[in-house]
């Protein structure tokens, strides 16, 4: 499960200062901090994962190792390319049966991820070394934060946000209690890290949200998750 969140009309009781909603900008068109639910979104596949396509109806339409190109696309037959990258595979799967349904009286088929190409996430704000990391396997904040070389003097430890991108291009946030989780076990509820998240360790004082977010995550981010992320709040 992930750790209690919150939205613009709460901010108060979470970050010291905030007294109102954030204005939207047009660079950076957030009207308020989205809250984010434990209920874990399913993975989302990337350009460089893995893919096996069993047609059950067909089995000599069946693909097995089936690599997402860097396009975000893969190929099959009669219905040629297909987006896969930024969906989950039941999506994939949907698409692909969709497209089959033309070709096929019984278009049945499962799409499942078989490998997966790397891992990044991106770990900046009051951290010794804010720095891209490839996951190592199933890690959360905390341990992303040590890899990029723990807190600095001015972080504050109570307000970590996680900024991730689900299924439809939304960007969701949350924050979370790292301090009070090394401190007691049970508090420790937040859940592994994916793809292209966004770990961002405040400084000890922030006064209005959307800056914060457009100053300190947004400008700081390297190319490839500035582009992940402008997409999903463009709704795209």
């Known amino acids: 499960m992930w750790p209690k969140v919150f939205s613009g009309l709460a901010c108060s009781a979470l970050l010291i200062g905030c007294a109102s909603n954030p204005v939207a900008s047009p660079d950076f068109p957030v009207s308020e901090w989205q809250s984010y639910s434990g209920l874990d979104a399913p993975y989302i596949l990337w350009t460089g994962d893995t893919l096996d396509v069993d ?18 696309r893969i190929s099959m037959p009669l219905i040629g390319s297909v987006q896969a990258a930024g969906r989950s595979a039941d999506e994939v799967q949907d698409s692909l049966m969709a497209a089959l349904s ?12 078989t490998a997966f190409g790397s891992q990044r996430v991106f770990v900046g704000g009051q951290v010794s070394t804010p720095s891209i990391i490839d996951l190592p396997g199933q890690i959360g904040p905390l341990q992303a934060i ?15 946000l996680l900024m991730r991108r689900i299924p439809g291009g939304e960007v969701k946030t949350a924050i979370f209690n790292i301090k009070d989780g090394l401190l007691d076990p049970a508090a420790a509820t937040w859940g592994p890290l994916q793809r292209f998240d966004i770990v961002y360790v405040s400084p000890k004082w922030i006064a209005e949200q959307n800056l914060f977010i457009q100053q300190y995550i947004r400008n700081a981010l390297p190319v490839d998750f500035s582009l992940v992320f402008d997409l999903a709040s463009a709704g795209l």
Do not use: W, Y
């Open 55 to 72: 047609v059950a109806t067909a089995p000599e339409l069946s693909r097995q190792a089936v690599i997402i190109a860097p396009d975000g």
């Open 102 to 113: 033309s070709q096929l009286r019984d278009p049945r088929l499962t799409v499942s991820a």
């Open 146 to 160: 040590i890899m990029a070389g723990g807190f600095t003097p001015e972080a504050n430890a109570k307000q970590v």
